[in-house]
């Protein structure tokens, strides 16, 4: 075996080390952010390990269940929320948490107050977990204004101020692929380890995808644009339907495999299903950073600027030529209204 493939067996990238990299390439930088991955990950190995064991819950008493004691457990989505909302306070880093199963935001106590907001979905796809259908965390970091006075506003800012996203999957394996706002990396966990290794560097999604992912059930309510998306324009080979109903494991599909994911606005949904700040954003970040766009069906999704906490948008996102055939699309359908 050669040194290099020795080297790149034994030069363990851990995700701490990665980022540590990254912020040394700015000279301000002092550690926080790192600080603060550092916690979102563990809550990330803490998501991973109730889901794998989630199961067992019934046997064993785990969270959703009554336990052997006879006390009520947890559902996971609140237990993971939980999880996250101590691991961000206790960072040090946090000023503002948005997150999924909360009705409103939480403002961190000046003693413990940091400069991040961190919006996020703790436990995306929680109606897969009975079925052991993978599911996932998404969450979008932005940079509060003025520490010392935050504000709602400082959390509904266009997702192009995003300063990093990013979301862990719960399948197969567990991985999570994070930007910092250069390129997309993926780092897989290690079981044995409990560290997050790079093993996906520099994650590009293909030009151009040969998969559709969209909830058919709802195409009765579809407009004419939406019911075309799956139709390539140049009268190629049909593309194939794969949909998990996981908005983070049909998002990694699409980023890996290449291809269209929708959650498209319809006549019973105006507004689609998915939540603009840690849902949307995060993944529509991710896309642009690999090279791939994400489209409302009338603007690029990260223009969007949120007027409250959890609103919704419609979303269509994946490789770059897709998406262009989807906006052209609906600028054909625009110019035909009278
Ligand atoms: P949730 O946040 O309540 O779990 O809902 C979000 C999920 C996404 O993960 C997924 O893309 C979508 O809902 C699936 O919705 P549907 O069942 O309507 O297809
Ligand atoms: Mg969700």
């Not at 409103?104 to 796809?125: I, M």
């Not at 908005?247 to 299903?273: C, E, Q």
Request: charged share 25%; aromatic share 8%; hydrophobic share 35%.
């Amino acid at each position: 075996m050669d040194h290099a493939a020795v080297a790149h067996r034994t030069d363990l990238m851990t995700i701490t080390r990665h980022v540590l990299n990254e912020q040394s390439k700015h000279p301000e930088s002092r550690g926080d952010f790192t600080i603060l991955l550092s916690h979102i990950v563990l809550g990330c190995k803490f998501v991973c390990s109730a889901v794998n064991k989630a199961g067992l819950a019934k046997l064993i008493g785990l969270a959703g269940e009554t336990n052997v004691q006879g006390e009520e457990q947890k559902k996971l989505d609140v237990l993971s929320n939980e999880v996250f909302i101590k691991a961000l306070i206790s960072s040090g880093r946090t000023c503002i948490l948005v997150s999924e199963e909360d009705e409103e935001a939480s403002f961190v106590e000046p003693t413990n107050r940091g400069r991040y907001c961190v919006v996020f979905d703790p436990l995306d796809g929680s109606s897969n977990i009975d079925c052991a259908v993978a599911v996932g965390t998404i969450f979008g970091i932005y940079m509060v204004k003025d520490k010392d006075k935050p504000t709602l506003d400082d959390v509904l800012q266009p997702g192009k101020n995003l300063l990093a996203a990013g979301y862990c999957l719960y399948g197969s394996s567990c991985m999570l692929v994070l930007s910092t706002g250069n390129g997309v990396n993926g780092f897989t966990l290690d079981p044995a380890l409990g560290e997050f290794l790079l093993t996906h560097l520099d994650i590009k999604i293909p030009k151009k995808g040969k998969i559709y992912s969209v909830n058919e059930g709802n195409a009765i309510n579809w407009d004419e644009s939406t019911a075309k998306c799956k139709f390539p324009k140049d009268g190629s080979s049909p593309k194939s339907l794969r949909y998990v109903g996981s908005m983070v494991a049909d998002v990694h599909r699409t980023l890996l495999y290449g291809g269209i994911f929708m959650y498209p606005a319809d006549k019973k949904s105006p507004n689609g299903k998915l939540r603009v700040l840690y849902e949307v954003f995060p993944m529509s970040y991710l896309m642009e950073k690999a090279g791939g766009q994400a489209f409302t069906g009338k603007q690029r999704a990260l223009d969007l600027v949120p007027e409250n906490i959890h609103d919704r948008s419609s979303i269509f996102l994946g490789s770059y030529d897709d998406i262009e055939e989807i906006k052209a699309l609906y600028a054909a359908a625009e110019e035909k209204k009278p």
